[in-house]
């Protein structure tokens, strides 16, 4: 079984930034597309930025690009998303997941491809 462990959630206030990490099986980076999705109340999952094993390059989507960065540490076994000039339509549950069907991120991520999902971590962009 794969196991992913999303942290670093939190409150913030608008314009501010956090750092989400997400714990990943040893070597799933290597092979594996791995994929940061965010639900808020109310609405659907929404796939946020994805990152390649082939190559480590990142997708992100429209709404966060520019602000939000995805990058891995492969010896800590950990992708992380920095995000940065955070919003109040920001504020959702993040999760992470993986892709065991690709090596290389599509531009638009698809959640029915993830098949192992972390727990996620609540962001909250308030003032």
Known sequence: QLHLVESGGGLVQPGGSLRLSCAVP??????????WFR???GKEREGVSCISA???SPVHSDSVKGR???SRDNADN???LQ????KPDDTAVYYCALNTLRRLCLSELRAYEY?????G???????
């Open 26 to 35: 040893k070597f799933t980076m290597d092979e594996y597309v791995i994929g």
């Open 39 to 41: 639900q808020a109340p």
């Open 54 to 56: 082939k190559d480590g």
């Open 68 to 70: 939000f960065a995805i």
């Open 78 to 80: 950990t992708v992380y």
């Open 83 to 86: 995000m940065n000039s955070l």
């Open 115 to 119: 098949s192992h999902w972390g727990q």
């Open 121 to 127: 971590t609540q962001v909250t962009v308030s003032s």
